[in-house]
């Protein structure tokens, strides 16, 4: 019995000094933000076509696609900023009610890209030019850094001192003092959110009028101190 009471104090007493210590803490969360002026476009557009004949609704999708691809070209937009998406070939059936099969009365085919425009100012001309070449479905446009890099940096930088802004407040209310950082963890994601268009009519043009606007980029931190 004596040796097992022995045992069990311990055991306890590295638990209760573990305890003690986790209670001697501060854990903290810091958020920081940074707005910036987008500097490339990410547009999403497509051909859709219909036709009896599967072979000619692709062909005319794939027609499209290429004038669209060539005028891209002659507008400065290079081969590594296109890449196609979605490519379809569907059967559209008869809308007949009452009947335990349905005949299939044309085929639709859509061909879809997306297009990073890394000159922003020729967005709205881009998109123009492609809805003149056949363009007629657009899944919309995004707004986007080519390099986040620096400005995750300064939303990092950014969530620290708001951690530690925060960290400080709590401590001084309690009557207590900070000590040493004891851990520290940034939290997942923190990726641009690209600004984002709504589909638009169908409407051909020179140029779309484009408003840019700011995309913003966010980190979020967590920090432990230790309490004196």
Not at 120 to 136: I, R, Y
Request: hydrophobic residues 45%; proline residues 3%.
């Amino acid at each position: 019995m004596r040796q097992l009471l022995i045992c069990a104090l311990l055991t306890l007493a590295p638990a209760a000094a573990w305890s003690e210590d986790l209670a001697r803490v501060l854990t903290v969360t810091g958020t920081g933000e940074v707005a910036r002026a987008p500097d490339m476009a990410v547009i999403r557009v497509g051909v859709v076509a219909q036709d009896k004949s599967a072979s000619t609704a692709l062909s005319r999708t794939s027609e499209a696609m290429v004038r669209m691809q060539q005028r891209l070209a002659e507008q400065g937009i290079e081969a590594r900023d296109i890449q196609t998406t979605q490519l379809s070939l569907t059967p559209v059936y008869e809308n007949a009610s009452g009947t335990r099969t349905r005949k299939i009365i044309a085929f639709e085919a859509m061909n879809a890209v997306l297009v990073r425009v890394r000159d922003l100012p020729s967005t709205g001309a881009v998109l123009g030019t492609l809805v003149e070449d056949g363009a007629n479905r657009i899944d919309g446009i995004s707004f986007t850094l080519q390099d986040s890099q620096e400005s995750m940096d300064e939303a990092r930088r950014r969530a620290v001192a708001d951690a530690r802004r925060k960290a400080e407040v709590l401590a001084d209310a309690a009557g207590v003092e900070l000590g040493a950082l004891r851990d520290l963890r940034e939290a997942g994601g923190g990726a641009p959110r690209p600004m984002m268009m709504e589909r638009m009519a169908m409407d051909a043009a020179a140029s779309v009028p484009i408003a840019e606007g700011e995309i913003s980029l966010s980190a979020t931190v967590t920090m432990v101190y230790e309490l004196k």
